[in-house]
Each structure stands twice: as structure tokens, then as C-alpha cells.
């Protein structure tokens, strides 16, 4: 569904990815991992047209796809919930809702999808007048899940949705993966719970330092290995 060659991305005169060759098929979920600065969030910054590319290639179904802007990255199905859990803490839990469908124009299709966040999340729905400043951290993930699918993006790029959270709500964030895995969403998971990243995922990618260092069937990776990888040099 999406493919990345030869793709090399960074800030400014520092270059931080270094010619990633990356396939992600469709109906499938495929996660990305590697240490603190390997690279992936800034990975997911160049799919999403978020930084400019300095080499390669990136392709969406076949079309070149690189160079697109980030707004035009939702109308073509692409969507990202960003690393930190990011909501407008002064606005609702509805209001936030209502963002993340802002490209759709048909007034009862938002409300079906509002909906939908609110089965989906049965916590969101008795918080929906609150700010949601005023929410914990497990209920901000929440939101900013809910909210990344508001637009029903065809491929869903998730960037360390567990970190820092209590188990019981890791083991929420992942059980909403697998619900949305199982009906046949295209999802990209950055994590950093390795056991559990690849206990959910179809395909594996280690990167470390820029570069991928590691592709395989999440049913030939062993944890032990990559552990081992992640310290590597
Ligand atoms: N806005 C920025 N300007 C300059 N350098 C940046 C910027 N954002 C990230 N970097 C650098 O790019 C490299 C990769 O960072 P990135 O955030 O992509 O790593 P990561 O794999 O997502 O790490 P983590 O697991 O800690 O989230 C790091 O060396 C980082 O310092
Ligand atoms: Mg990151």
C-alpha cells in the first residue's frame, strides 16, 4: 500500500534518515521499532509530507506521493496520531472529536463517526463537555486515538501510543489496535513495547541510527534478538 525507497529526511543540514527502503501492505499492521532517536517519529513526519525528503522516493498505491502537504495526506486516506498524545486542552473532548474529522463534509456522516468514537470509547462519551485538559494521560491517548479516526483514514500511523501509560491502559491501547487491525484498517505502529509491538504486528522493521537494520515476518522475530539489536552498534 505504501512504500518508502531510498528515502533520506532530516532537519535542516542534519540528516537523520539514511536511504529507508520500507513496505507497508495493505490490511496489515506493520511496526516500526528501535531506541530513543533512531529516527521513527521523524519517519513518520516524512510520509506525512511533514518534512521535506533530501532523497528517494515515497508511494502510495503505486502513485508518487512524496512532496504531497500534510492536509492533502487526509484526503488521500493518510492519517497520523502524533507522538505525546496531543490534544487542545482548552477546547472539549467534543470539540477534539470534531477536529479530527474537519476534511469530512457531510453533516451526518460526522455524526455517525462521533458516534462510533463514543461506542468505541464509552469513557470519551461521559467526558464529552469536559476540557480536555482536564483528562489523565490514559483518556488523553484516548482522545487522541478517537480523534486520528474521526477522519477513517485507510492507513493509520500511530507513534508511541503506550508510552508512559498505566498496564491496564497499554493493554486498552492495544486491544483498540487489534479491533481496528481486525477490520481491515492499514495500521504503521512506532513503539517502544517490543513484546507487545510484535506480538500485535504482522511485519517488523528495527531501525537504529537512521537506517533499517531489521525486516521480517513478526512470526520469525525473536524478542531476545532484537533486544540485542537495540544495543548494537
Ligand atoms: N525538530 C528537530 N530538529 C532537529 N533535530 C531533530 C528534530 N526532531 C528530532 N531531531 C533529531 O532527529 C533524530 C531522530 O529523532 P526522532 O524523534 O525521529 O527519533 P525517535 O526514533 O522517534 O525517538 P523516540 O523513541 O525518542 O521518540 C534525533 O537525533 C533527534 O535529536
Ligand atoms: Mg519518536
Redesign the pocket.
Given at each position: 500500500m505504501l512504500e518508502l525507497r531510498g528515502v533520506r529526511a532530516g532537519?535542516g543540514a542534519?540528516n537523520?534518515l539514511w536511504d529507508v527502503e520500507l513496505a507497508f501492505a495493505s490490511g496489515k499492521l506493520t511496526t516500526i521499532i528501535?531506541p530513543?532517536?533512531?529516527?521513527?517519529?521523524?519517519l513518520l513526519r516524512a510520509i506525512m509530507g511533514q518534512i521535506p525528503l533530501g532523497a528517494g522516493q515515497i508511494y502510495l498505491d503505486g502513485a508518487r506521493i512524496d512532496g504531497t502537504s500534510t492536509s492533502r495526506m487526509a484526503a488521500l486516506g493518510v492519517g497520523m496520531i502524533p507522538?505525546g498524545r496531543m490534544v487542545f486542552r482548552d477546547m472539549r473532548v467534543e470539540d477534539n472529536l470534531l477536529l479530527g474529522a474537519y476534511s469530512v463534509r457531510d453533516r451526518p456522516g460526522i455524526a455517525a463517526r462521533l458516534e462510533d468514537a463514543y461506542t468505541r470509547f464509552p469513557r470519551l462519551r461521559q467526558r464529552r463537555a469536559q476540557l480536555a485538559g482536564s483528562l489523565s494521560g490514559g483518556e488523553a491517548q484516548m482522545l487522541a486515538m478517537a480523534r486520528g479516526l474521526m477522519a477513517e483514514p485507510r492507513l493509520l500511523l500511530i507513534d508511541?501510543p503506550s508510552l508512559g501509560l498505566a498496564p491496564v491502559v497499554v493493554q486498552e491501547v492495544f486491544t483498540q489496535l487489534a479491533q481496528q487491525k481486525a477490520q481491515g484498517r492499514t495500521i504503521v505502529l512506532v513503539e517502544?513495547n517490543t513484546r507487545r509491538a510484535i506480538d500485535i504486528a504482522d511485519h517488523v522493521y528495527v531501525m537504529q541510527a537512521g537506517r533499517v537494520i531489521l525486516s521480517r515476518p513478526a512470526s520469525e522475530v525473536q524478542l531476545d534478538e532484537v533486544h540485542r539489536l537495540y544495543f548494537a552498534r
Open positions: 532537519y542534519i537523520v528501535g530513543n532517536g533512531a529516527g521513527k517519529t521523524t507522538e508511541e517502544q
